[in-house]
């Protein structure tokens, strides 16, 4: 399995930017759907984005439309999370997590990821960003 690290995380002013990494070891994300969650204090995980990795196909919930941005490498070894316009809303721990796509339906894969990441079993350690206002 993929193993997954996440970085990029820190403290930022209201209005700024932020482009967190996803990365990759020992597999590449070609066979892989990746979601970025992020979870506030004393609130539940909750999925903003996801990509899958053979092709790219990009999922935005209603939530991360406008200001969120994923993207992945030609090298499919990491995946980023762009994010403008800070709001002092958006501090949280940032996770990124990854399900196989082999055999799978990919579509059907991320859907289930949003929907229930407490199956998820693929998981990086999370970063953190704190927004000041």
């Known amino acids: 399995d993929v193993q997954l690290q996440a970085s990029g995380g820190g403290l930022v002013q209201a209005g700024g930017s932020l482009r967190l990494s996803c990365a990759a070891s020992?597999?590449?994300?070609?066979?892989?759907?990746i979601v970025w969650f992020r979870q506030a204090p004393g609130k539940e995980r909750k999925g903003i984005i996801g990509i899958i990795g053979r092709d790219g196909s990009e999922y935005y919930t209603d939530s991360a439309k406008g200001r969120f941005t994923i993207s992945i490498n030609d090298a499919k070894n990491t995946v980023w999370l762009q994010v403008n316009g800070l709001k002092p809303e958006d501090t949280a721990v940032y996770y990124c997590?990854?399900?196989?796509?082999?055999?799978?339906?990919?579509?059907?894969?991320?859907?289930?990821?949003?929907?229930?990441?407490?199956?998820?079993?693929?998981w990086g350690q999370g970063t953190q960003v704190t927004v000041s206002s």
């Open positions: 997590a990854a399900e196989t796509t082999i055999r799978r339906d990919p579509e059907i894969t991320i859907g289930t990821m949003f929907r229930a990441p407490h199956a998820i079993g693929l």
């Open positions: 020992g597999d590449t994300f070609d066979d892989y759907a």
